[in-house]
């Protein structure tokens, strides 16, 4: 059986790293029984950082029309 985590949130950052910008992200979930789970940071290229917004865009279209907030 495999645990399903509960997203709580999604750390942001950028650095530069030999004079080249990349973007960060770690993920704070929670799993059975509140456990806190963290994951390491990834870390992108700006386009590589656009081409996941695009794609995960086309996937939220996919299941459907948007939701109000």
Do not use: N
């Not at 086309?58 to 459907?64: C, Q, S």
């Amino acid at each position: 059986m495999t645990t399903t985590l509960r997203l709580q949130y999604t750390d942001v950052r950028t650095r530069l790293v030999d004079g080249k910008p990349l973007i960060g992200l770690r993920h704070r979930a929670k799993a059975a029984g509140d456990m806190p789970v963290t994951t390491a940071w990834i870390e992108m290229p700006p386009e590589t950082a656009r081409r996941l917004i695009q794609t995960l865009e086309e996937t939220l279209a996919e299941l459907g029309p948007k939701q109000s907030e």
